[in-house]
């Protein structure tokens, strides 16, 4: 069954001109389903008053509304809220996060692109807890309008921090960001909009072209080749210097700056040397870079940092770098809801 929340606006309009055409229903329905969908988004297809009870019915038997079912939520004592969803097929490896950061007037939705991660960073409980597979379009976005109708709180910004790497699920991708934006459906500004990645050079660059006002993120790490094939095994296959000359084009081409994102691993990428490096490797880029302390789980090799080892590296790299650099709080630590910390064995006891 057809998925709505999959479809591009186009699509979406020719699918329920059909549907509402075999109900034996006027066009107008068509708009009024549209503005159920996107703006209100009910839990089921029944409950959307004001459509008549046989279209009603006809939609549920030719479509899907909500592909994730919600499973439980936990909210933590700084007020993050993770949310657990189940996939259709019903296992736990069909399990998936996403995460609400309030904070101040900020809303923020942090949410999933895979089920799992197949790139497998050494420092984060997603790469662990393996990979099931892409998300689809309508599941990327399902995260969204439920977040939304269950907390009642609209998000003021959304970002691809999840599980799973943005761009190995490119295509899902795309059309969540066409969906999110477009006027007639969720309508939300691109600027507002940040994807975080590792980094795949062509990609970053068909992304820039396709919307040059979503913000990027590049998840940096290390600037020493060795180490982060080491940490970030896709670098193997891209490396560092051709992910920043995507960085680089991406920032001429859309006239926007750059947040590198830096994981503070104590004894094994915070020395003063290291800040040196990262700030002459990234030299004339427009950046700013965000630096956010390691967040540990149970299998991973490395120690949470101190607060006063972050604020040396800060000091070194603020020293160095003529960008903004940021100390990032961790959130939602206590329900293993900050970065890094979603995973697929993540499974709180029910
Ligand atoms: N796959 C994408 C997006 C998801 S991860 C990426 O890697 O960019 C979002 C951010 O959380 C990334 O910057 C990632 O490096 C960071 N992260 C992962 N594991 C972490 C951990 N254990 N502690 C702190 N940050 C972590
Ligand atoms: Fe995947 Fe990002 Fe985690 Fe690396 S940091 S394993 S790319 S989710």
Known sequence: MTALFGLLADEFVETAARAVKEAGEPS??????????????????????GLPRSLRDHLAETFVLHP?????????????????????????????????????????????TQAGCPVKCTFCATGYGGFSGNLSTAE???????IRTRTSLAPTNLVFMGMGEPLLNFDGLLRALSIMTDSRQL??????????TVGIPERI????????????????????QGLRDELV??????PLDEVLDAVREHCDATGKKVTFEYVILPGVNDSADDAK????????????????????FDEAPYRKPSLKSMLAFRDELDGSFAGDVTLRRSRGEDIQGA???LSLKNRPAT
């Open 140 to 146: 990327i976005i399902d995260q969204v309008v439920q």
């Open 233 to 238: 095994p896709l670098n193997l296959k891209y």
């Open 277 to 296: 490096a990262v700030a002459s490797k990234v030299r004339g880029i427009p950046a700013s870079i965000n630096l956010i302390g390691f967040n540990p």
């Open 68 to 112: 994730l079912d919600y499973d439980l939520d936990m909210l933590s004592e700084d007020g993050t809220r993770k949310f657990l969803w189940q996939r259709e097929q019903g296992n736990d490896a069909g399990r998936i996060e996403s995460v609400l950061i309030p904070d101040g007037d900020r809303v923020t939705y942090c949410i999933s």
């Open 187 to 196: 309508g939300f500004g691109s600027r507002r909009i940040t994807v975080s």
């Open 339 to 341: 970065c890094g910390q």
């Open 205 to 224: 660059r068909q992304l820039s072209r396709a919307f040059p006002q979503v913000k990027l993120a590049l998840s940096l790490h290390a600037v020493d």
């Open 28 to 49: 107008y329905r068509i708009d009024q389903l549209r503005r159920w969908l996107y703006e209100r988004t009910p839990q089921a297809f029944s409950d959307m008053e």
